[in-house]
């Protein structure tokens, strides 16, 4: 039986100068010493030299509105379609720092739905 792999879903969001100073901070501390990261976070640089920071479910709660990350701050999406479906489990949040701007997007994986026995 195969399951649903991952999804991706990239969302529109409002990016403040506060949160602008706390991402380039958290890069800044990365490539000084990137166990400063705090746990949670996880950063990288993309094949394209973009900066990469993925938290984990355990560091972020969302709101109608917005997604609050622990260390980082708050980040309002535009919009008021839901983030991830009900019951989706392995919850990431992506930010992407491109030439575009920051790019945001949740990686979840999809609820498994079995119909058995079904007559």
Do not use: Y
């Amino acid at each position: 039986m195969s399951h649903v792999k991952s999804r991706e879903v990239v969302l529109a969001i409002k990016i403040t100068d506060e949160l602008l100073k706390t991402l380039d901070a958290l890069r800044d501390a990365w490539r000084l010493d990137a166990s400063s990261v705090p746990r949670g976070l996880s950063c990288s640089q993309s094949k394209e030299g973009q900066f990469v920071l993925v938290a984990a479910e355990s560091v972020f709660v969302t709101l109608p509105g917005a997604c609050v990350i622990k260390g980082i701050g708050a980040i309002e999406m535009v919009g008021a379609e839901p983030m991830f479906e009900e019951a989706a489990s392995s919850k990431t949040l992506v930010l992407r720092d491109t030439a575009e701007g920051w790019k945001f997007s949740v990686k979840f994986v999809p609820p498994i739905v079995r119909e058995r026995n079904n007559k």
